[in-house]
């Protein structure tokens, strides 16, 4: 008869990392890649990159607002 070891289950009121711990990084690479996908083709869509900076800084801010609840 085979035989299992026991295995360790941390409950959930000790885990090692706040979901936000292990998610940040995540989030972050997300959000680099984005960023960059998005100047990349409005800048090949012609605009000038100081422009498609602005233009995203803008829609990161009403997105940010709407999260809030709040409008300009």
Avoid: C, N
């Avoid at 959000?31 to 990161?60: F, H, I, Y």
């Amino acid at each position: 008869m085979p035989t299992f070891a026991a295995t360790q289950v941390t409950p959930p009121d000790e885990h090692v990392v706040t979901a936000r711990e292990a998610l940040e990084p995540l989030y972050e690479k997300l959000e680099m890649q984005t960023e960059s996908t998005l100047l990349a083709a409005a800048v090949e869509a012609g605009w000038p990159p100081e422009e498609a900076t602005k233009a995203l800084a803008t829609l990161r801010l009403y997105d940010a607002l709407s999260t809030l609840g709040r409008t300009i």
